[in-house]
T-cell receptor, first 114, second 111 residues
C-alpha cells in the first residue's frame, strides 16, 4: 500500500521488555508518523519525523522513543513495555506537495503486552 | 489545540438506508478536512477530502461538504451497502500541519 511496510504485523510481549516496531517506505518521503489506535480515542500521534535524524513528539509520546537513521526506515521503540501500550500501531507518510491528500497509512502492528 | 468530534457509534442501518455521520471541528485558521475509512483488519484509506469552505468531497457514493459557518464536515451516503460496514474517521490538518483524528464511528449495515 503506497510502499509502506510495517513489521511485525502482530506481537505479544511481556511487561517490562523492550519492543521495536519498524516502518519501511520505498518512496523516499520526508515526513513519517507513528500513531496508536485505541477504542474511543481514534488515532493519536506518538512521534513524527521530518527527515533523517529529525524527530519530534506528538500528543502521546511518553514511554516511546523513535529513530530515523535512513530516509526509508522509521523505528518506534517501547523501552519498557506496559499493559497500557497494548494497542494497534500505524505508521504513515505524507507525500510531497500540497497537503491535499492527507497521509497514507501502513497496515498496522497489533501489539499485546501481557 | 485542533480537535475533531464525531458522533458516537455504533451506527446500525439496513441495506439501502440513508447514512449521516456527524463531524465537527475546532481549529485555528482554515484546516483541510478528511474522511478516512478502515475496513476490518486493514489500515486507513482516504475516502474523501475538502480544502476550503463550501467544497464538497465525494467518492464511492459518499459525500461531505466543508461548512465553515457551522465548523462541520458531515459524511452522507444515499444508500448504504453491507460492504460499507467499517469504521469511519473524520480528520483535519490545521495550523500544525499534523493530521488530527476524531474518535471514529463504527458503521454496521445489515442485509
Amino acid at each position: 500500500d503506497a510502499g509502506i511496510t510495517q513489521s511485525p504485523r502482530h506481537k505479544v510481549t511481556e511487561t517490562g521488555t523492550p519492543v521495536t516496531l519498524r516502518c519501511h517506505q520505498t518512496e523516499n518521503h520526508r515526513y513519517m508518523y507513528w500513531y496508536r489506535q485505541d477504542p474511543g480515542h481514534g488515532l493519536r500521534l506518538i512521534h513524527y519525523s521530518y527527515g533523517v535524524k529529525d524527530t519530534d513528539k506528538g500528543e502521546v509520546s511518553d514511554g516511546y522513543s523513535v529513530s530515523r537513521s535512513k530516509t526509508e526506515d522509521f523505528l518506534l521503540t517501547l523501552e519498557s513495555a506496559t499493559s497500557s501500550q497494548t494497542s494497534v500501531y500505524f505508521c504513515a507518510i505524507r507525500k510531497q506537495g500540497p497537503l491535499l491528500n492527507g497521509y497514507t497509512f501502513g497496515s498496522g502492528t497489533r501489539l499485546t503486552v501481557v | 489545540g485542533d480537535s475533531v468530534t464525531q458522533m458516537e457509534g455504533p451506527v446500525t442501518l439496513s441495506e439501502e438506508a440513508f447514512l449521516t455521520i456527524n463531524c465537527t471541528y475546532t481549529a485555528t485558521g482554515y484546516p483541510s478536512l478528511f474522511w478516512y475509512v478502515q475496513y476490518p483488519g486493514e489500515g486507513l484509506q482516504l475516502l474523501l477530502k475538502a480544502t476550503k469552505a463550501d467544497d464538497k468531497g465525494s467518492n464511492k457514493g459518499f459525500e461531505a461538504t466543508y461548512r465553515k459557518e457551522t465548523t462541520s464536515f458531515h459524511l452522507e451516503k444515499g444508500s448504504v451497502q453491507v460492504s460499507d460496514s467499517a469504521v469511519y474517521f473524520c480528520a483535519l490538518i490545521g495550523y500544525g500541519n499534523k493530521l488530527v483524528f476524531g474518535a471514529g464511528t463504527i458503521l454496521r449495515v445489515k442485509s
